[in-house]
């Protein structure tokens, strides 16, 4: 064989190898307002690390245009990885205003919010609202590409009231400018009732095949993922929110394409427990905003595991960051005999 037989050998074994290996997922944090803030995004990173980026939750215009959620995006990250900040905006004018104020923080990569389903928010003409704007849409996304050259993407349910307005909206919109689509398969209004329409995002994913699609909604648990992965083996990217923040194990899970929770889960889920109050109370106002924070934030987490319902009820009943500590502790104790 000559040099040249060689080497296309070669290439036609690492093609052949690069096919019947299933590629890695990349797997995303999603943006969840009042719980994926910068406090819960570092005691998740420094105690399991397994997302490639987080969205954090948006910023928005307030009275008077004041950027309200900023601060979240600003606090010191040394165990973050790469973060995302996602806006909130119904009109180009406020686009523009809260993209001068995180581009001056260096941020170069944001997400537009075309998915809140709250009637507060859709009835300002924002979230899901711009669903039925997509001239609208396409002139912030030519302004964010082209004046900021920012990369952009949107995270979008897949109508206001009907599946089918996501193909109308799609239709308009100068796709091959953004960086992904995100998809949520629920109407704004089933709210987080119902389903995740997988049937829907088969449809979506097949009609624009060269969008780099990011699918979110309904992974609660690692077979959840290998039932939605193969009716979208085209889908290479994923968003966790709900069913992360009930099992910060999941991301793992996939990743190594393993059901079941790890060897001494107990240990790190009380690590991370410990880690996110002490990250909650170190960017809380005060003692009584900590704890509102750290019992909503534990009793969502949680909800997961069922072996810790008695441990649940006293965060809930908790009145002091002690009693919030005691719980924690007392679920070390009983993971430890």
């Known amino acids: 064989m000559t040099v040249k037989d060689n080497i296309n050998f070669a290439l036609s074994l690492l093609s052949m190898e690069l096919q019947a290996e299933p590629c890695q997922p990349v797997l995303y944090m999603a943006p969840l307002q009042g719980y994926t803030d910068a406090a819960y995004r570092e005691a998740f990173q420094r105690c399991f690390g397994t ?121 308009k919109l100068p796709l091959d400018k953004l960086n992904a689509v995100i998809l949520h398969p629920r109407t704004a209004r ?61 991301p793992g899970l996939i990743l190594q394409q393993h059901d079941g929770l790890p060897p001494g889960w107990e240990q790190q889920l009380v690590r991370f427990m410990d880690t996110l109050l002490d990250c909650l109370i170190r960017d809380s106002h005060d003692e009584w905003h900590a704890l509102n924070r750290g019992r909503i934030q534990l009793t969502y987490l949680l909800n997961g595991f069922q072996e810790f319902k008695k441990e649940r009820k006293q965060v809930v009943k908790s009145r002091s960051i002690n009693d919030l500590r005691n719980a924690i502790s007392n679920i070390a104790r009983s993971t430890s005999t």
């Open 51 to 171: 997302v490639e980026a987080c969205f954090a939750p948006y910023i928005s215009l307030g009275k008077q245009m004041k950027v309200e959620g900023l601060d979240d995006l600003l606090v010191p990250k040394p165990y973050q990885q790469t973060l995302i900040p996602q806006l909130l905006a119904s009109s180009l004018p406020e686009l523009s205003v809260l993209l001068n104020a995180i581009a001056v923080h260096g941020y170069q990569e944001v997400n537009m919010n075309m998915g809140c389903p709250y009637p507060m928010v859709t009835g300002k003409g924002r979230g899901a609202a711009l669903i039925r704007k997509p001239e609208l849409v396409k002139q912030m996304i030519e302004f964010a590409v082209h004046e900021l050259d920012m990369k952009f993407s949107i995270k979008v349910r897949s109508g206001m009231e009907s599946n089918e307005e996501i193909f109308s909206l799609l239709d």
């Open 190 to 250: 089933q709210l987080y009732r119902g389903i995740a329409d997988t049937a829907l995002a088969v449809r979506c994913v097949k009609a624009y095949p060269h969008v780099r699609w990011v699918y979110n909604g309904d992974v609660f648990c690692f077979n959840d993922y290998v039932q939605k992965q193969e009716l979208l083996p085209e889908v290479k990217h994923w968003m966790l929110g709900r069913g992360l923040l009930e099992n910060p194990f999941l």
